[in-house]
């Protein structure tokens, strides 16, 4: 049984070789894209703003309730 998957966010926990990209142990916000995770990639918005794919194994995703999500989306979208 799939759950409802609304905003979806992952924990960094590696980030070699993107240390301007990505912090290791902060919270980002994926967004879902088939071809990606077809290649074993994840579309994360990095530092910049924008949306990059990542090697999965780089994150871990995280449920977070949903007055935490809202807050986060809402202050990305700012």
Do not use: T, W
């Not at 902060?26 to 071809?35: A, H, M, Q, S």
Request: contains cysteine.
């Amino acid at each position: 049984m799939k759950q409802k998957e609304s905003a979806q966010f992952v924990v960094c926990l590696n980030n070699e070789g993107y240390k301007a990209s990505l912090e290791v142990g902060k919270l980002y916000r994926f967004v879902p894209d088939e071809e990606a995770a077809a290649e074993g990639l994840l579309r994360v918005i990095d530092e910049s703003g924008e949306d990059y794919a990542f090697e999965e194994a780089r994150f871990h995703r995280v449920s977070l309730p949903a007055p935490v999500e809202k807050v986060l989306l809402a202050s990305s979208h700012s």
